[in-house]
Each structure stands twice: as structure tokens, then as C-alpha cells.
């Protein structure tokens, strides 16, 4: 095997490890925290929320620190340093006793995570041009399959193995990812000739790109995306348990409900994308919002869980036509050679709704049931479809497809 393809297998190991392991917990969290002493069911919403949305934050302020340390040193060994820093971590949660610990330990975990974005680095600048689409969607994929596996593996294995076991179990696999990464990765890194490149700022560059008004418009698109989906979030299983009962493989479910929209999504982006190049990203951007919008309401009205589960399923097809459909988008208006800086922003607007969303979902527990935040969340994705109508669909020229 050429060295490329060694380094793709282990990375791709490597992104579904890291990211299946930062989404694991989501299910059981908020059963996690009442083990823990809290009972409160506001107090545990708010709390999970907090917990969940603590590794956003830091990892947020912490990329770019990490980014620039990559361009200086090289990317393996930013890769090292965040897998073996997040398997310590991750086992170290196995031992908390209070929510504060645990979320102490998640902002610790986002302050050394990079994992992902080394990944892509490292393989962008170690394979072959004429491989590089099969490289970088490959390696795309492992981290999306960690994150629809993630919730689905933690709610199975916190009914077979218990909570804590669940964090000792994910801290060896993340161990095991990265010491196969420092074994079989390999890098060519001309440190000298990183250092000569000119830096940039950032103000600058999002000065210059906010000059393109489409861009913008799909920031804050992405950014009221992940908003809307994420607030529920901390409120998932509690809800899934008013509707399933206590008891009788509670976590599955709640694990199940959380990753169908993966599932769906899966099948759904190739059949999306290939309709997108016929009527047009935008369209199909527009129509995948309403559709989205209108799959909240029927979780709202649900009464058993299989309807629950079906809502979810529907909002995962849905899905599969909006960040895909953006991140086209974005390419599409940004000016050459400002690609990368266009992506970053919008993953820091991505990043901002994946902090905000359980935040305020979890503290306004106490006066807006989960059923007022998918009615929420279905009208943030209405508007948004407007939004998108007057910025970019009336903005295409007359024919336009």
C-alpha cells in the first residue's frame, strides 16, 4: 500500500474514534448527572446543556492556537498531542462526581482537541493531487459515521456496561487510534518553508469576504442550522423517557432517537446533491428548510416513541440537503484563493450554534417545555427559508438552474 492510503485507514480510524467518543455521551448526560446526586429536572437540563456545549466553547477559542503550532511544527504532531490528550480525559471523566467536574473535564477536552482538523491537514499536504477527492471524502466520512454511531454505541453500551464504564472504554479506543497514528502516520513537513509563508489576519479577510453578500447570509444560515437542531438536545432523553417510561433499555432508545437523523441523512445528501445540480443548490437549500421546519412539528405533537422516531427520521432526509448544500454554496461565491478562510468562518459559525443551541435550550427548561423548543426551532428554520429566498434565490439570474 502506498503511504497515503497507510495514513488514510489509521486517520479514518482515528476521526471515528474522536468523533463517535465526543458524541457518546449525548444520550444518557442527562441520566449521567442524575447519578449523580442532581434530581431537579431543570437543574439536570441546565447542567447537561452547560456540559455539552462546554467542549464547543473552548475548542472555539482554542483552533486557532493549535492551527498556528501546526504550521510551525507539522500536523502529526498536533494530531499526537490532541488524541493522547483526550483519551487521558476522557477516562478522567469515568471518575467524576459532580456536574462541575465533568464540566470542567469537557472544557479541558475541547481546549486540547484538533484531532479532526490535523487530520485533513496532514492528508491534504500527503497525497496525491489526482487523490485527493477520494482522500479528503473518505476521511470525511469517518467523522461522520463517528457522529451518527456515537449516540446509538453510548445509549447500547450504557444499558450493557453503565455510564462510567462507557468513558474507560472510549479513553483506551481513543489511545489505541492515536498510538496506531504515531506508529504508521507519516508526514512530509518543510518546516522552513511553512514559516515563510505571509501571515494573514483574520479581520481582514472576513472584511474582504463580508464584501461578497451571499457569504454573510450563509454564516448566519449554518450558525441558525445548528441552533435549532442542538436545542432540544439536552432535553432529548428526558423526553424520551416521559414518552417510553422508566426502565426497559431507556438509554437505547434515547441513543437511537438521537442518531436516526444520521441515518437518513446519509441516504439522503448523494440523492440531494445529484437533484441540487439540476434545479440548483439554492433551491434545493430553501426546500430542505421548509421540509425541516415542518418535521418539527409532528415531534412536538408525539405520544410514543416510535413516532418520535419516525419525526426524526423524516428531519435526518431533510437534512441531508442543508450544510452539505451550504458548504456548496460557499465555494461557489468566495472569491479564488480565499477558500479556507471562507470555511473557517462558517465553522465558527458552525461552532457557535453547536455552544448556544443546548446552553438556552437547557436553561429556558424551566418555562419552555421540549415541545416550545421544536416549535421554536420549526420557525428559526422557517424564517431561515426566507432568509435564504431573498438573499440567494431571487438573487440568481433569470433562467438561472
Known amino acids: 500500500m502506498a503511504r497515503w492510503q497507510i495514513n488514510l485507514i489509521v486517520l479514518w480510524f482515528g476521526q471515528f474514534m474522536v468523533l463517535g467518543g ?101 492528508m491534504s499536504s500527503n497525497t496525491p493531487k489526482e487523490k485527493m477527492g477520494f482522500a479528503m471524502g473518505t476521511l470525511q466520512s469517518g467523522a461522520v459515521a463517528g457522529t451518527i454511531m456515537g449516540p446509538f454505541l453510548g445509549g447500547l453500551l450504557a444499558d450493557a456496561i453503565g455510564f462510567r464504564n462507557i468513558f474507560y472504554v472510549t479513553g483506551a479506543l481513543l489511545f489505541t487510534a492515536s498510538f496506531l497514528s504515531m506508529l504508521l502516520v507519516r508526514e512530509k513537513f518543510d518546516k522552513a518553508e511553512q514559516s515563510a509563508k505571509p501571515k494573514i489576519s483574520i479581520v481582514q479577510s472576513f472584511k474582504q469576504l463580508s464584501q461578497v453578500p451571499q457569504l454573510p447570509s450563509l454564516y448566519a444560515v449554518t450558525f441558525l442550522i445548528q441552533f435549532s437542531m442542538l436545542c432540544t438536545m439536552p432535553l432529548m432523553p428526558l423526553f424520551v423517557e416521559k414518552l417510553h417510561g422508566p426502565g426497559g433499555n431507556l438509554a437505547f432508545y434515547a441513543g437511537l432517537v438521537s442518531s436516526v437523523t444520521g441515518f437518513s441523512n446519509m441516504i439522503a445528501s448523494p440523492l440531494l446533491g445529484r437533484l441540487a445540480d439540476r434545479i440548483g443548490h439554492e433551491r434545493i437549500l430553501m426546500i430542505s428548510l421548509i421540509g425541516a421546519s415542518a418535521a418539527f412539528i409532528p415531534q412536538a405533537l408525539a405520544q410514543k416513541v416510535w413516532q418520535l422516531l419516525a419525526a426524526r427520521f423524516l428531519l435526518g432526509i431533510f437534512m441531508g440537503g442543508l450544510l452539505p448544500t451550504v458548504n456548496a454554496l460557499i465555494r461557489k461565491h468566495t472569491p479564488g484563493g480565499m477558500e479556507s478562510r471562507s470555511y473557517s468562518f462558517n465553522s465558527s459559525a458552525l461552532s457557535l450554534g453547536n455552544m448556544s443551541g443546548p446552553v438556552i435550550g437547557g436553561a429556558t427548561s424551566s418555562f419552555v417545555p421540549i415541545q416550545g423548543l421544536f416549535a421554536v426551532a420549526s420557525g428559526l428554520l422557517l424564517f431561515n427559508s426566507l432568509w435564504v429566498r431573498r438573499t440567494l434565490v431571487r438573487k440568481l439570474p433569470s433562467g438561472a438552474e
Open 22 to 122: 465526543m458524541t457518546m455521551i449525548i444520550p444518557f448526560l442527562p441520566l449521567y448527572i442524575r447519578e449523580m446526586g442532581i434530581t431537579e429536572e431543570h437543574a439536570v437540563a441546565t447542567w447537561a446543556g452547560l456540559i455539552f456545549a462546554g467542549n464547543f466553547v473552548t475548542s472555539f477559542l482554542a483552533q486557532p492556537i493549535w492551527g498556528n503550532l501546526a504550521d510551525r511544527y507539522g500536523r502529526k504532531m498536533m494530531l499526537l498531542r490532541s488524541g493522547f490528550g483526550m483519551s487521558a480525559v476522557m477516562v478522567l471523566m469515568g471518575f467524576a462526581t459532580h456536574p462541575w467536574q465533568l464540566l470542567l473535564l469537557r472544557m479541558l477536552n475541547g481546549t486540547i482537541s484538533g484531532y479532526a482538523p490535523a487530520a485533513v491537514a496532514l
